[in-house]
């Protein structure tokens, strides 16, 4: 199987533009988080998603969004950028609602100037 | 609250040496606990997880990691180290209902020659 894809690899935006990531999970996959990885905060909890629906949402604020389509794939879109959001993004999925293992994408770096 | 703690943010080992990686959790559940590895601009790859059933639990590439209740430990031990296993790790404890995982900070291995 393949594993999860996410677009772009990386990406460099400007203050107070708004960014959209995409994340494809492994067939089969109905449930999608996202991770952030920064040096100081290490790796923390967005969101997740399972059939289209957000069943969590992390300590962030307004401006990081997401949503989930039919087919499992997921966007995150963070607006208004501040250079604070300068990160790794992971996306990872896992087959269902259990303490299933997940699994990650090789994540977007995203860097805000 | 349910946490990781990574003791040792650096551990360096020479090469065929013991890796012993150092998790400890704090969780009101029974918990399940994961170890990941993350090469330079890449994701995170599952080594090994525990979910209740065996306490002595055996991973990818030679790893493994042993769940003891009574230290509320989880620590990752190789028996002897390669060039390859350079990396970061990281323990996660995966969070029911709230469907994600919380992970400790991460430990960068540096093998020796």
């Known amino acids: 199987k393949a594993g999860v894809t996410q677009t772009p690899r990386y990406l460099i935006k400007t203050r107070g533009q708004q960014v959209t990531l995409s994340c494809s999970p492994i067939?089969?996959?109905?449930?999608v988080s996202w991770y952030q990885q920064t040096p100081g905060q290490g790796l923390q909890f967005l969101f997740e998603?399972?059939?289209?629906?957000?069943?969590n949402k992390g300590n962030f604020p307004g401006r990081f969004s997401g949503r989930q389509f039919s087919n499992s794939r997921s966007e995150m879109n963070v607006s208004t950028l501040e250079l604070g959001d300068s990160a790794l993004y992971l996306c990872?999925?896992?087959?269902?609602?259990?303490?299933?293992?997940?699994?990650f994408g090789p994540g977007t770096r995203l860097t805000v100037t | 609250a349910q946490s990781v703690t990574q003791l040792g943010s650096h551990v360096s080992v020479s090469e065929g040496a013991l890796v012993l990686l150092r998790c400890n959790y704090s969780?009101?559940?029974?918990?399940?606990l994961f170890w990941y590895v993350q090469y330079p601009n890449q994701g995170l790859q599952l080594l090994l997880k525990?979910?209740?059933?065996?306490?002595l639990v055996k991973g990818i590439n030679g790893f493994e990691a042993e769940f003891k209740k009574s230290e509320t430990s989880f620590h990752l031990t190789k028996p002897s180290a390669h060039m390859s296993d350079a990396a970061e790790y990281f323990c996660?404890?995966?969070?029911?209902?709230?469907?994600?995982?919380?992970f400790g900070q991460g430990t960068r291995l540096t093998i020796n020659p």
């Open positions: 990872a999925s896992r087959p269902g609602q259990g303490p299933y293992e997940q699994y």
């Open positions: 067939s089969g996959h109905r449930s």
């Open positions: 998603y399972f059939s289209e629906t957000q069943r």
């Open positions: 969780s009101s559940v029974p918990p399940y």
């Open positions: 525990y979910t209740s059933a065996a306490t």
């Open positions: 996660a404890l995966g969070i029911q209902g709230a469907q994600k995982l919380v």
